[in-house]
């Protein structure tokens, strides 16, 4: 009798590591709802056409590009091609390209579709914002300027083979795996309504769009990843209020949703909800830009690292960001590869500041005009919880309140003593540091009018060394200088946080933005309340 | 009749006129571009000759009078220009929002007659009871309600506790989907609505030819129905026109809150990205809106109530 109950306890345990065990293999069938929280519409279905983050969250559905971005192993792979070669140059490579990648439509793509493509963006009558990286190629300059018609950088071998000459020793994955340079067929762009009816590679096909509302996606059967997509159905549901998709959220009208700080800290607490909570460091560093040209303390490197040990960073994560960032040690994020995993942050030691100042010849202090947006996370409450710290080491901060929308513009100018913004920081390190080059114009993002010559030095080594690892070793060092420069306050790193139903699985926390998911690995079990 | 419809469509061009020219001068000097709009929160960065050759493309490099020349001429044959953002004509783009702004502000407008029009009505006829006070109270809640707080309220009750009707978005355009913010949006206009049909009907009532129709031996019915409702309908017309006119304009919030695709939802957004076309586009149409509605209510004014002449 005994044993009996033992061999019954032990099926039971058996069957149970049996259903833990079916509910990992992905589930094919069903209905995802994901929010699209950015704004209260989309821009446009047309990848190449918007560079927003947005509209970039039905793109991965829709639309491939040559390379993605591997979340598990943090770094590009190929997407679009099987293979890819370098010359010994570093600056030809050939592309053996994927014959079993499908569009909407039903045609297999080839070499010609990214040609057409490529060469779509560089139409210099349009401005596509995907032309800041098709211009690497060499060649598509003078498409730009009209001066040719072909770009010379691209060469079709054959139908699957595609060679691309470019101009800088880069690898060209950081310019290719955006959704502003998806590869589109040329017959349906040509057709002259592709924003309304997209024809992509992507795991899932067009079906609805109502504008203001939701895009509606079926699976795709022929896409080129066997047995993926899991999912029959994606909605891209348009929620820009936070505190409605937060009803919406727990009324499980939605699958995901973005949280901000104030949501964070209830989901967190909330023991149910806090088990759907994912959460990564994206590839943004919030800051202060010192603008070295407009005040002469700001030139002063021992005035900018006062700032650094005058502020208590951590103290206002915890307490106004409620820990929904990391705080940021230097300028490139912990995601990035030559992010310096043994460097700490500029501790908070008011004393060091006011030491700092006096060194640098002002003992008493200073006052400067600092431009700031309502943003929660990174606007106007932080510059006035940052206020009475200045103050206690006597820099004196006068806030000055603008849009949004019109920081860039500001930074773009040079109309700015100090800003405080974020900062997309990833994942190209060498063209996120190439915002601190001498040579880097202000309008592209050289904000604070940073010059100096030993980072120059290392920046130019980086991009001559054509061994990844070793860049990366260079690029660090450059990250280190800035950390000791100091040319803003280095505040935090976004942590962006994404909330999930207990039924949706295969969700990726992809650094580069969380809202911009993989659908194909999507899956979401038989609880799921969607139909 | 003719004459003065005439009369009140023609004087809709130059109101036209001087709105196109204002809202583009407004938008002339506002700071802030389409393209730094693009920025997104800094979640995307801008390549300077991109934004150059956007410029280039959308005219923005050209002299203002000869962009407002340009655009004053083309909304004159009814082409209100290219949106920045979505790079379509801002007339497909309205085209697919107006159908959900007008079945909206229909149904809030609908909801606030219905429930508004009957309880400044019901206060009226009994001052001091306890429908009056209850009422008013409500009316006065009404009116000071926040659009944004109430309809997070009812998404709350409506939804998240009581489960009878989905939280937000358009579902299939149904009557499901459009419950909560048609009373999000109605609960102002129904609680002015209420304040001034009882502030109207009592003044109705105590006139001297309702006195006279009692002192007739007209039935309390007939009088109400046949004197009283008549004439205090010309005050509670003016108010109902000109709240139905400006509903449009202010869906904005309810439209944001319950992801509700309407003209607002898209104006906002235009605005926060600088899409000056769409916004003036979406403007036009507040506007042509509520004049229409004017129109109307000043037509409707003469079938009410015969004295009432147009010169």
Same mark, same amino acid.
């Given at each position: 009798m005994r044993k009996l109950a033992w061999l019954a306890i032990a099926a039971i345990a058996v069957i149970g590591a049996g259903t833990a065990n079916a509910q990992q293999t992905p589930r094919k069938g069903g209905t995802l709802r994901m929010t699209a929280p950015y704004a209260a519409s989309f821009g446009s279905l047309d990848p190449h056409v918007t560079p927003r983050a947005q509209d970039d969250i039905v793109g991965k559905a829709l639309q491939r590009s040559l390379y993605n971005w591997d979340t598990a192993a943090n770094k590009l792979t190929l997407e679009l091609a099987k293979s890819v070669s370098a010359s010994a140059d570093g600056l030809t490579y050939t592309f053996k390209l994927r014959d079993d990648a499908y569009f909407h439509n039903g045609r297999k793509m080839t070499a010609d579709d990214v040609i057409f493509s490529f060469t779509r963006i560089m139409d210099g009558s349009k401005g596509y914002p995907g032309?800041?990286?098709?211009?690497?190629?060499?060649?598509?300059?003078?498409?730009?300027?009209?001066?040719?018609?072909?770009?010379?950088? /691209?060469?079709?071998?054959?139908?699957?083979?595609?060679?691309?000459?470019?101009?800088?020793?880069?690898?060209?994955g950081y310019y290719f795996f955006g959704g502003s340079t998806a590869i589109l067929p040329k017959e349906e762009v040509e057709k002259g309504n592709y924003a309304s009816n997209p024809v992509g590679l992507g795991p899932f096909k067009f079906k609805e769009h109502i504008p203001g509302s939701r895009v509606v996606m079926d699976r795709f059967d022929k896409f080129y990843k066997t047995g993926q997509p899991y999912l029959d159905k994606l909605e891209v549901l348009i929620m820009a209020e936070a505190a409605a998709r937060d009803v919406a959220f727990r009324n499980k009208e939605i699958d995901t949703s973005i949280l901000g700080p104030a949501q964070y800290v209830a989901y967190r607490a909330d023991p149910q909800l806090s088990k759907g909570i994912?959460?990564?460091?994206?590839? =943004?560093?919030?800051?202060?830009?010192?603008?070295?040209?407009?005040?002469?303390? =700001?030139?002063?490197?021992?005035?900018?690292?006062?700032?650094?040990?005058?502020?208590?960073?951590?103290?206002?994560?915890?307490?106004?960001?409620?820990?929904?960032?990391?705080?940021?040690?230097?300028?490139?994020?912990?995601?990035?590869?030559? =992010?310096?995993?043994?460097?700490?942050?500029?501790?908070?030691?008011?004393?060091k500041a006011k030491k700092l100042l006096a060194e640098a010849g002002f003992p008493n202090g200073f006052e400067f005009e600092w431009t700031t947006s309502q943003n929660e996370s990174w606007g106007l409450p932080i510059v006035e919880a940052v206020i009475p710290m200045l103050a206690k080491v006597g820099i004196k901060a006068k806030p000055k309140l603008v849009e949004v929308t019109v920081l860039t513009e500001i930074l773009m100018k040079g109309?700015?003593?100090?800003?405080?913004?974020?900062?997309?920081?990833?994942?190209?390190?060498?063209?996120?540091?190439?915002?601190?080059?001498?040579?880097?114009?202000?309008?592209?993002?050289?904000?604070?009018?940073?010059?100096?010559?030993?980072?120059?030095? /290392?920046?130019?080594?980086?991009?001559?060394?054509?061994?990844?690892?070793k860049r990366d070793e260079i690029l660090k060092k450059a990250n280190n200088l800035l950390y000791d420069e100091a040319p803003v306050w280095f505040f935090n790193y976004n942590k962006a946080v994404l909330a999930f139903q207990p039924w949706v699985h295969g969700l990726q926390p992809n650094p580069t933005e969380i809202t911009h998911q993989y659908p194909e690995n999507i899956w979401v079990d038989a609880s799921s309340p969607a139909k | 009749m003719l004459l003065v419809l005439g009369?009140?469509?023609?004087?809709?061009?130059?109101?036209?006129?001087?709105?196109?020219?204002?809202?583009? $001068?407004?938008?002339?000097?506002?700071?802030? #571009?389409?393209? #730094?709009?693009?920025?997104?929160?800094?979640?995307?960065?801008?390549?300077?000759?991109?934004?150059?050759?956007?410029? !280039?493309?959308?005219?923005?490099?050209?002299?203002?009078?000869?962009?407002?020349? !340009?655009?004053?001429?083309?909304?004159?044959?009814?082409?209100?220009?290219? #949106?920045?953002?979505?790079?379509?004509?801002?007339? !497909?783009? &309205?085209?697919?929002?107006?159908?959900? #702004?007008? !079945? &909206?502000?229909?149904?809030?407008?609908?909801?606030?007659?219905?429930?508004?029009?009957?309880?400044?009505f019901l206060a009226a006829l009994k001052p001091g009871s306890l429908i009056d006070t209850a009422a008013m109270v409500g009316a006065i809640s009404g009116l000071s309600l926040s659009q944004f707080w109430f309809g997070l309220m009812l998404m709350y009750l409506f939804a998240l506790k009581l489960q009878w009707l989905p939280s937000f978005g358009y579902g299939d355009g149904g009557l499901r989907n459009l419950i909560l913010p048609a009373i999000a949006l109605g609960v102002g206009p129904m609680a002015l609505l209420a304040r001034t049909t009882r502030a109207a009907v009592l003044d109705v009532l105590n006139a001297d030819f309702v006195r006279t129709a009692r002192s007739k031996g007209m039935s309390e019915r007939r009088v109400v129905e046949?004197?009283? &409702?008549?004439?205090?309908?010309?005050?509670?017309?003016?108010?109902?026109?000109?709240?139905f006119g400006s509903l449009m304009g202010q869906a904005v919030v309810v439209e944001k809150l319950?992801?509700?695709?309407?003209?607002?939802?898209?104006?906002?957004?235009?605005?926060?990205?600088?899409?000056?076309?769409?916004?003036?586009?979406?403007? $036009?149409?507040?506007?042509?809106?509520?004049?229409?509605?004017?129109?109307?209510?000043?037509?409707?004014?003469?079938?009410?109530?015969?004295?009432?002449?147009?010169?």
């Amino acid at each position: 009798m005994r044993k009996l109950a033992w061999l019954a306890i032990a099926a039971i345990a058996v069957i149970g590591a049996g259903t833990a065990n079916a509910q990992q293999t992905p589930r094919k069938g069903g209905t995802l709802r994901m929010t699209a929280p950015y704004a209260a519409s989309f821009g446009s279905l047309d990848p190449h056409v918007t560079p927003r983050a947005q509209d970039d969250i039905v793109g991965k559905a829709l639309q491939r590009s040559l390379y993605n971005w591997d979340t598990a192993a943090n770094k590009l792979t190929l997407e679009l091609a099987k293979s890819v070669s370098a010359s010994a140059d570093g600056l030809t490579y050939t592309f053996k390209l994927r014959d079993d990648a499908y569009f909407h439509n039903g045609r297999k793509m080839t070499a010609d579709d990214v040609i057409f493509s490529f060469t779509r963006i560089m139409d210099g009558s349009k401005g596509y914002p995907g032309a800041r990286y098709v211009r690497l190629i060499k060649g598509a300059v003078d498409v730009e300027k009209g001066t040719a018609k072909e770009i010379s950088g /691209l060469k079709k071998i054959d139908d699957y083979t595609l060679e691309m000459t470019i101009t800088d020793r880069v690898d060209p994955g950081y310019y290719f795996f955006g959704g502003s340079t998806a590869i589109l067929p040329k017959e349906e762009v040509e057709k002259g309504n592709y924003a309304s009816n997209p024809v992509g590679l992507g795991p899932f096909k067009f079906k609805e769009h109502i504008p203001g509302s939701r895009v509606v996606m079926d699976r795709f059967d022929k896409f080129y990843k066997t047995g993926q997509p899991y999912l029959d159905k994606l909605e891209v549901l348009i929620m820009a209020e936070a505190a409605a998709r937060d009803v919406a959220f727990r009324n499980k009208e939605i699958d995901t949703s973005i949280l901000g700080p104030a949501q964070y800290v209830a989901y967190r607490a909330d023991p149910q909800l806090s088990k759907g909570i994912l959460e990564v460091a994206e590839m =943004f560093t919030r800051s202060m830009h010192m603008n070295l040209n407009s005040i002469k303390p =700001f030139q002063d490197k021992r005035v900018r690292q006062a700032f650094n040990y005058a502020i208590d960073s951590n103290l206002i994560i915890s307490r106004l960001v409620k820990d929904k960032a990391y705080r940021a040690t230097s300028w490139l994020p912990p995601s990035s590869a030559a =992010f310096d995993k043994t460097m700490k942050p500029y501790p908070y030691d008011p004393e060091k500041a006011k030491k700092l100042l006096a060194e640098a010849g002002f003992p008493n202090g200073f006052e400067f005009e600092w431009t700031t947006s309502q943003n929660e996370s990174w606007g106007l409450p932080i510059v006035e919880a940052v206020i009475p710290m200045l103050a206690k080491v006597g820099i004196k901060a006068k806030p000055k309140l603008v849009e949004v929308t019109v920081l860039t513009e500001i930074l773009m100018k040079g109309d700015h003593q100090a800003l405080i913004g974020s900062s997309l920081t990833g994942p190209d390190s060498l063209a996120t540091l190439r915002c601190y080059y001498s040579k880097t114009p202000r309008t592209a993002c050289n904000y604070t009018g940073f010059n100096n010559a030993e980072f120059d030095k /290392l920046l130019d080594a980086a991009a001559q060394e054509g061994d990844m690892a070793k860049r990366d070793e260079i690029l660090k060092k450059a990250n280190n200088l800035l950390y000791d420069e100091a040319p803003v306050w280095f505040f935090n790193y976004n942590k962006a946080v994404l909330a999930f139903q207990p039924w949706v699985h295969g969700l990726q926390p992809n650094p580069t933005e969380i809202t911009h998911q993989y659908p194909e690995n999507i899956w979401v079990d038989a609880s799921s309340p969607a139909k | 009749m003719l004459l003065v419809l005439g009369r009140r469509l023609a004087n809709i061009i130059p109101t036209m006129l001087a709105v196109v020219a204002l809202v583009f $001068l407004l938008f002339s000097v506002l700071p802030g #571009s389409f393209i #730094s709009g693009m920025n997104e929160d800094g979640r995307s960065t801008i390549d300077p000759a991109v934004m150059e050759r956007m410029r !280039k493309e959308m005219g923005l490099d050209d002299p203002l009078v000869e962009r407002f020349a !340009k655009y004053v001429a083309a909304t004159a044959t009814g082409d209100l220009g290219t #949106s920045f953002r979505t790079r379509e004509p801002v007339t !497909k783009m &309205l085209a697919g929002r107006i159908w959900p #702004s007008l !079945k &909206l502000v229909f149904a809030a407008m609908t909801f606030a007659i219905l429930v508004g029009v009957t309880l400044g009505f019901l206060a009226a006829l009994k001052p001091g009871s306890l429908i009056d006070t209850a009422a008013m109270v409500g009316a006065i809640s009404g009116l000071s309600l926040s659009q944004f707080w109430f309809g997070l309220m009812l998404m709350y009750l409506f939804a998240l506790k009581l489960q009878w009707l989905p939280s937000f978005g358009y579902g299939d355009g149904g009557l499901r989907n459009l419950i909560l913010p048609a009373i999000a949006l109605g609960v102002g206009p129904m609680a002015l609505l209420a304040r001034t049909t009882r502030a109207a009907v009592l003044d109705v009532l105590n006139a001297d030819f309702v006195r006279t129709a009692r002192s007739k031996g007209m039935s309390e019915r007939r009088v109400v129905e046949w004197h009283v &409702l008549r004439n205090a309908l010309v005050l509670v017309i003016t108010i109902v026109g000109l709240q139905f006119g400006s509903l449009m304009g202010q869906a904005v919030v309810v439209e944001k809150l319950f992801a509700w695709p309407g003209v607002g939802s898209l104006m906002v957004d235009s605005v926060f990205q600088r899409d000056m076309p769409t916004v003036q586009g979406c403007i $036009l149409m507040i506007v042509l809106f509520f004049l229409v509605i004017n129109t109307l209510v000043d037509l409707a004014y003469v079938v009410i109530d015969p004295r009432i002449r147009y010169r």
